[in-house]
Structures are given as structure tokens and as C-alpha cells.
Nanobody
Framework: VQLQASGGGLVQAGGSLRLSCTASTRSVSPYAMGWFRQAPEKEREFVAA????????YVQDSVKGRFTISRDNAKRTMSLQMNSLKPEDTAVYYCAVMLQYYSGSDYTDANKYEYWGQGTQVTVSS
């Protein structure tokens, strides 16, 4: 399984970006996918996750109301719509997929994700 993340860039505070993650195979469709981010000199942190069906989503409190996660299994893609961006959102964003079934409470755990994309840089200027 290969994941290709795209859509990062440089944006001013208050702006928007849409990240996409495309999987190389439809075999990921039943499984949860997620977005994580890592800022310089910080640990990787959970941002958002979505169940295989897309019916359940989980979003970190700091981005709730600003970020929306979605997926289109027919197109093998997952997206993260990021609005009202803040400088503290600056990081490399990674998409990832689980290949086992876990409960929603596990979606924030990076260790539960088996495959990762290469990351896309998001920079928010003040």
C-alpha cells in the first residue's frame, strides 16, 4: 500500500488549504485513515481520523470547527479541509491508514496505523 499526500503550501493566517491523500489500492477502503502532523522539534500528533465507511470522524480539539476530514472510497482518497489556519498549524502533515479494525478510541494512536504517506508541508504565516 502506498499513500500519496498532496495539497500543502504557504498560506497566510486565516486562510485555507485542502490536503489530499490518495491510496494505491482500494484494499484500504474498509479501514480507518487519519492525518497526523509534526512541527519542528515537536512530536508527531494526531489531527483527525475517519472510519472506513466515512460515517465516523474524530478531530483533535485544537482544530475542531476549523478542520474537516472526509473520504471518497471510490476514488481511494481522503481529504482534510483546513480553514481559519493559524501559525501554530504549521507542520508536516502525514496521512496514514490502518489495516486492522480498531475502535474509535484507537484512532488517535499513531502506532495503530500501518502505512504512512510521505508528508506534505503546511506553513501558515502570521
Amino acid at each position: 500500500v502506498q499513500l500519496q499526500a498532496s495539497g500543502g503550501g504557504l498560506v497566510q493566517a486565516g486562510g485555507s488549504l485542502r490536503l489530499s491523500c490518495t491510496a494505491s489500492t482500494r484494499s484500504v477502503s474498509p479501514y480507518a485513515m487519519g492525518w497526523f502532523r509534526q512541527a519542528p522539534e515537536k512530536e508527531r500528533e494526531f489531527v483527525a481520523a475517519i472510519s472506513g465507511s466515512g460515517g465516523s470522524t474524530y478531530v483533535q480539539d485544537s482544530v475542531k470547527g476549523r478542520f474537516t476530514i472526509s473520504r471518497d472510497n471510490a476514488k481511494r482518497t481522503m481529504s482534510l479541509q483546513m480553514n481559519s489556519l493559524k501559525p501554530e498549524d504549521t507542520a508536516v502533515y502525514y496521512c496514514a491508514v490502518m489495516l486492522q479494525y480498531y475502535s474509535g478510541s484507537d484512532y488517535t494512536d499513531a502506532n495503530k496505523y500501518e502505512y504512512w504517506g510521505q508528508g506534505t508541508q503546511v506553513t501558515v504565516s502570521s
